[in-house]
């Protein structure tokens, strides 16, 4: 058998004695140039860091301290993106501009807010209007629900009892704060939210409205097996909606779709005709529940 120690004997291993130096050893005597390089390449890093840091719910303005308005910003910063297609949307590389268009939130609270990180409670991770927009809305992902709702109820125990209940901000905030808790407490209690879908061969994206589910109202909410039946109407429309016109002899085309719910296949189709030949050869009935019906009528108008 082959014996790796038979290689060498301990003859031929030799050792050689530790020396110990004790002369200390002379700094290295850099140019006033190269100092400067180092210093600035130091700080470079160190930037850098600071605008890869992570952050998380330490970083959030103290509710003791911070004003109404900083609160409020961080608030409507934290609200859902926007749902397309049953996800969530996934575009990267956000503008201050484009954030703040997203999630309707007015330039002047984010001054409020930029103010709060520099110069109030001076944060290098948060100190620029880019680092706030970018990592703020990131604490849905990276906080527990459990710390955010502990952070939402604080400032509610502040402002539910606020002497200026009234103020104008106050009543914005504490409504944007009763969305942010329904947000963290499943579906049912999910506040009213508005969907986007986008479909292949349809140029533009449908919104629909839908209110919080109460009363097993399933019909307020969208279905998955809907927006693959849409998908199936706009491409055959796409396809052979000139022939469907054709062997119509220009007549008027009546479409009727029976429990529509939200309205999302019925407004695909309606969508997809307007796109190839307008409204006037089309007429479209869509029908549900009373209680559902008063929904679906936001959709059609």
């Known amino acids: 058998m082959f014996d790796p120690l038979d290689l060498y004997t301990f003859d031929e291993i030799q050792t050689e004695p530790l020396q110990l130096s004790l002369v200390k050893n002379k700094p290295t005597q850099l140019s006033p140039g190269r100092q400067l390089d180092e210093t600035s ?14 952050i998380d719910n330490l970083d959030l303005p103290s509710v003791r301290y911070a004003s109404p308005e900083v609160i409020l910003c961080i608030l409507i910063l934290l609200r859902p993106d926007r749902q397309v297609n049953f996800n969530r949307e996934t575009k990267k590389c956000k503008s201050v501009l484009e954030i703040c268009i997203s999630h309707g939130l007015e330039p002047d609270l984010l001054k409020n807010l930029l103010n709060w990180y ?19 809305p990131l604490l849905r992902f990276m906080v ?3 710390l955010l709702l502990g952070y939402y109820t604080t400032v509610l125990k502040k402002y539910n009892k606020n002497d200026n209940s009234n103020d104008e901000t106050i009543q914005q905030l504490l409504k944007e704060l009763s969305s942010r808790i329904s ?15 986008e479909l292949k061969n349809l140029n533009n994206a449908i919104p629909l409205y839908e209110p919080s589910l109460t009363a097993d109202n399933l019909g307020w909410k969208t279905w998955g097996s809907s927006l693959i039946l849409s998908q199936l109407l706009v491409d055959y429309l796409h396809t052979v909606g000139v022939h469907i016109t054709a062997s119509c002899n220009q007549k008027k085309i009546k479409v009727l779709e029976l429990g529509s719910g939200t309205g999302l296949v019925g407004l695909s189709w309606a969508s997809k005709w307007k796109e190839l030949y307008g409204t006037d050869k089309m007429e479209i009935f869509v029908t549900d529940l009373p209680e559902i019906v008063t929904n679906l009528k936001k959709m059609f108008h």
């Open 41 to 54: 390449a130091n700080e470079d890093i160190h930037q850098s860091d600071d605008d890869d840091a992570i």
């Open 118 to 136: 520099t110069e109030e409670w001076p944060n290098k991770r948060l100190n620029s209007m880019e680092k706030i927009c970018s990592k703020i």
């Open 144 to 146: 527990s629900k459990e």
């Open 183 to 197: 947000e963290n407490c499943g579906r049912t209690a999910q506040p009213s939210i508005i969907r986007y879908f």
